[in-house]
């Protein structure tokens, strides 16, 4: 089983998912703005990637001021789900993050 977590909206994210869909997994897409993603999921994330799952280049990140970019992550990220970087793929079991080369090899 393959699920996606991400933005429906997201470029990456499209095209990882066409990508997986083509390559011939069977994927779920969750939208983390639209479906939310569980406390307990959230957790296990930041718990594999730590700081990295914190997309601090994105029009949410820059638009929070400084006291809200001192809030604990997991907390902003259930706050503000956008501002989780994408998308997390969770393949069986095993995570991982974004769309670069090493992750796309991997499907």
Request: glycine share 8%; charged share 20%; with cysteine.
């Amino acid at each position: 089983m393959t699920v996606l977590y991400g933005l429906k909206n997201c470029d990456t994210c499209r095209k990882a998912l066409k990508a997986l869909g083509q390559a011939g997994h069977s994927v779920q897409f969750v939208d983390v703005r639209a479906d939310g993603v569980p406390a307990d999921q959230l957790a296990r994330f930041f718990d594999r990637f730590g700081m990295a799952l914190i997309n601090t280049r994105s029009t949410t990140w820059r638009g929070l001021d400084t006291a809200a970019r001192k809030t604990p992550p997991l907390a902003l990220l259930a706050e503000y789900p956008a501002l989780m970087k994408r998308p997390v793929i969770d393949h069986n079991g095993t995570l991982t993050l974004g769309w670069a080369k090493d992750v796309q090899a991997q499907f």
